[in-house]
T-cell receptor
Framework: DQQVKQNSPSLSVQEGRISILNCDYT??????FLWYKKYPAEGPTFLIS?????DKNEDGRFTVFLNKSAKHLSLHIVPSQPGDSAVYFC??????????????FGKGTHLIIQP | EAQVTQNPRYLITVTGKKLTVTCSQN?????MSWYRQDPGLGLRQIYY???????DKGDVPEGYKVSRKEKRNFPLILESPSPNQTSLYFC???????????FGSGTRLTVV
């Protein structure tokens, strides 16, 4: 039973436009959410995160929104750039004090930025 | 440079031949985890460790063993590898009270 779901395996966006990646979760115990970015032949790298007590977190071109009642979060990238083409993983943790037991990941969304 | 180092990067082995994938981090992190990545399945946790001598099963632990005798090292052991363990493996570490896991570059394992 998948607890973190990314229902879009791929997404194609034109350069300069907004990219919106979605993620849903089922476990109400999840307390902290993260987005990781992964290029081929590399390990995932941390992008941005949000605590369950917030509904928005911003870092430069990246914004994560959390709708706790809907168990839904999204990552917005504005404006999209060619270097943003990668696989994006949504992840969640149950512990509020840190990811002691690791993270639960979704299946990933392959974002393709077209020139 | 702060990093998580996995070895080897690539490995082809035969069914039943015991192997170990090493993982070492130089950031003095308490938390460490192993994941496997498979097409269409994303990243799934195999084992995790909260500190030295403290390990526990993740979502897909069958066929794997781990140990955490030192803080910096967290090897993944396949006692009798099978073809369904062909996968891309990632080790990751994080500081106490942090969620920001740092990942290694991965080990691509093929079991024939």
């Amino acid at each position: 039973d998948q607890q973190v779901k990314q229902n879009s395996p791929s997404l194609s966006v034109q350069e300069g436009r907004i990219s919106i990646l979605n993620c849903d979760y089922t476990n109400s115990m999840f307390d902290y959410f993260l987005w990781y970015k992964k290029y081929p032949a590399e390990g995932p790298t941390f992008l941005i995160s949000i605590s369950s007590i917030k509904d928005k977190n911003e870092d430069g071109r990246f914004t994560v929104f959390l709708n706790k009642s809907a168990k839904h979060l999204s990552l917005h990238i504005v404006p999209s750039q060619p270097g943003d083409s990668a696989v994006y993983f949504c992840a969640a943790s149950r512990y509020s004090g840190g990811g002691a037991d690791g993270l639960t990941f979704g299946k990933g969304t392959h974002l393709i930025i077209q020139p | 440079e702060a990093q998580v180092t996995q070895n080897p990067r690539y490995l082809i082995t035969v069914t039943g031949k015991k192997l170990t994938v090493t993982c070492s981090q130089n950031m003095n992190h308490e938390y460490m985890s192993w994941y496997r990545q498979d097409p269409g399945l994303g990243l799934r946790q195999i084992y995790y460790s909260m500190n030295v001598e403290v390990t526990d099963k993740g979502d897909v632990p069958e066929g794997y063993k781990v140990s955490r005798k030192e803080k910096r090292n967290f090897p993944l052991i396949l006692e009798s590898p099978s073809p369904n363990q062909t996968s891309l493996y990632f080790c990751a570490s994080s500081a106490r009270d942090s969620y920001g896991y740092t990942f290694g570059s991965g080990t691509r394992l093929t079991v024939v």
